[in-house]
């Protein structure tokens, strides 16, 4: 592969999740975006394959973080997107939500979350958490709790802090008696983005999370099935106004570093090639693109995420494209 001085910005082998039981059924969280491994980044991302019913079952206890989270649970069959292959019980803010679904749960900061219990499994299915706010949320935790799908004792939401890139954070504005959380989960998506038809990939791609979907959210979030080469590149392109996340994400349980694909993804002006699921941190005015997969062997998905924007028009706003 071609080595870059943009490779800071990319994580190409992950970190295992520190701490944390072991759960038969559940492959180890790999930590795919942190401050250790893109120190600019406020943001910690984590995947792992869900195999079976895990043991034991709950293996999440509740917990509480100091940081906004998106909890997803992703079907991984191109042709059912949305068909999870399991059905799970989350309790979030001592209230019940059950899915069977590709779902995505937002967990506002300070709101206690937990047992999350597997009713029934069909298929593997991938497990990704998201920590917006810090890079590192983990830091200082009780021996043994670290991971974001670990067991820990509760921490405590802090108020009025200034988040890392300079946001100012509140205390979460509801209390677990003031609302329904089933307005925090996503079942089924929106699609909006990508409206031109293009060979070997999903159009419109699948809208997660957004403030439309969940009022007061500020991160758009949108998931892509890849499975074939497609027939024209994403254009190279430049967010001014928002930092971006993309991840892509092979579809293979039992080898889950294999990307099944050869891309290129070039990144500040910079050719870089890519075969194994990679995670790309995107500040802002960096020039990115154009994305070019030369053979796709397997099926895979790409999770686009915009930093600060709640919605699709916004976070595509000040955005430059070459034709």
């Not at 895990?54 to 949305?82: A, F, S, V, W």
């Not at 329904?180 to 070997?200: H, I, K, L, T």
Request: glycine share 10%; net charge negative; charged share 20%.
């Amino acid at each position: 592969m071609t080595t870059s001085e943009f490779e800071r910005y990319i994580v190409r082998k992950p970190l295992p999740a520190a701490g944390g039981p072991l759960v038969k059924g559940r492959q180890t969280p790999m930590v795919y975006l942190s401050s250790r491994q893109v120190p600019e980044t406020c943001a910690y991302i984590e995947l792992c394959w869900i195999h079976g019913i895990p043991e034991p079952n709950p293996y999440l206890q509740e917990r509480t973080l100091d940081y906004d989270q998106m909890l997803l649970h992703i079907g991984m069959d191109c042709t059912k997107p949305q068909v999870l292959g399991g059905t799970v019980e989350l309790v979030l803010g001592g209230q019940p939500v059950v899915f069977n679904t590709t779902t995505a749960v937002f967990i506002p900061k300070g709101t206690p979350y937990g047992l999350l219990t597997y009713k029934d499994f069909q298929r593997p299915h991938l497990q990704m958490t998201i920590v917006l706010g810090s890079g590192d949320p983990y830091a200082g935790a009780a021996p043994g709790a670290g991971g974001a799908a670990a067991a820990a004792a509760p921490t405590r939401a802090m108020d009025g802090r200034v988040a890392c890139g300079g946001q100012v954070e509140g205390a979460s504005p509801h209390r677990p008696s003031e609302v329904d959380y089933e307005s925090y989960v996503v079942r089924s998506p929106m699609r909006e983005a990508g409206p031109d038809y293009v060979e070997g990939r999903q159009n419109p791609t699948m809208t997660y999370m957004s403030g439309t979907q969940v009022i007061g959210v500020k991160n758009y979030l949108e998931i892509g099935w890849i499975w074939d080469a497609p027939n024209r590149p994403i254009p190279r392109m430049r967010h001014d106004n928002y930092e971006e996340i993309v991840c892509h994400v092979g579809s293979d349980p039992l080898n889950p570093e294999d990307l099944g694909a050869t891309m290129r993804f070039d990144v500040g002006n910079e050719l870089t090639e890519y075969d194994t699921t990679h995670c790309v941190f995107l500040p802002r005015k960096l020039d990115h693109g154009p994305l070019i997969w030369s053979e796709v062997r397997r099926p895979m998905i790409e999770v686009a995420m915009m930093l600060g924007a709640g919605t699709w028009a916004e976070g595509w706003e000040g955005s430059f494209f070459d034709e």
